[in-house]
């Protein structure tokens, strides 16, 4: 087994404030995605990653850069957080390249914007 | 339009009834697999149930089973038994083979929260 590490679960920021959010994954997978998560949506897919170096936008991107350096970690940067924005951002990671299915998620960051 | 539904966003139940949770989807793709998973108040998400085509995956040992009708293209997860811990939100989702060479990534529904009352 393995496991998908978050960090920081919780995250509070200001408006207008860059902020970072970070995954790893020891799966060895592939693929690699961020999700955005908010009350009574789905989950909407930001940015993924089918490899090292890659990325790919998802339907969700704008507002968003992502950072995919090595194989093991995706991180995720609001580039401009916004006034009262409340979410949970999930990592999750898959062992298929282009055909990838089941996904594996980490506990989630919780952003907080005031 | 939307091609994963589920229907009902909150429901409660008592401790120890049974539960189905509603879930209909849209494609035109031959294969296509479809998921239920959870999510926990701690945030983790966790894989439930993996349905292929002809076959299931319980991935989560437990009071789980589903209710696959292809040709309705609905697909129901059955909770028996409830207990308090069960309580938390729970997300259809579809993936679709897509045979255009685009990358084949899963939708999801909005989600069900459930809570259980002792």
């Known amino acids: 087994g393995g496991i998908i590490t978050q960090t920081p679960k919780f995250l509070i920021g200001q408006e207008g404030q860059k902020l970072t959010l970070k995954c790893q994954q020891n799966?060895?997978?592939?693929?690699m995605y961020w999700y955005r998560q908010d009350s009574g949506k789905g989950l909407r897919l930001i940015y993924y990653?089918?490899?090292?170096?890659?990325?790919q936008k998802g339907d969700l991107s704008e507002g968003y850069d992502a950072s995919r350096e090595k194989k093991s970690s995706f991180s995720l940067t609001v580039t401009s957080a916004q006034k009262n924005e409340m979410a949970v951002f999930l990592c999750?990671?898959?062992?298929?390249?282009?055909?990838?299915?089941?996904?594996?998620f980490g506990s989630g960051t919780r952003l907080t914007v005031l | 339009a939307q091609k994963v539904i589920q229907v009902w966003s909150t429901t409660s139940r008592q401790e120890g009834e049974k539960l189905t949770l509603d879930c209909s989807y849209k494609t035109s793709q031959v294969l296509y697999h479809l998921f239920w998973y959870k999510h926990l108040l701690s945030g983790e998400m966790v894989l439930l149930i993996r349905q292929m085509p002809s076959t299931i995956a319980i991935e989560r040992s437990g009071r789980y089973s589903v209710v696959f009708q292809k040709s309705r293209k609905s697909i129901s997860l059955v909770i028996s038994t409830l207990q308090p811990d069960d309580s938390g939100k729970y997300f259809c989702a579809l993936w679709e083979l897509l045979l255009s060479g685009s990358f084949n990534k899963l939708t999801f529904g909005a989600g069900t929260r459930l809570a259980v009352c002792p």
């Open positions: 990653s089918i490899t090292e170096n890659d990325l």
């Open positions: 999750a990671s898959s062992p298929g390249g282009p055909v990838a299915e089941t996904l594996y």
């Open positions: 799966f060895n997978h592939d693929t």
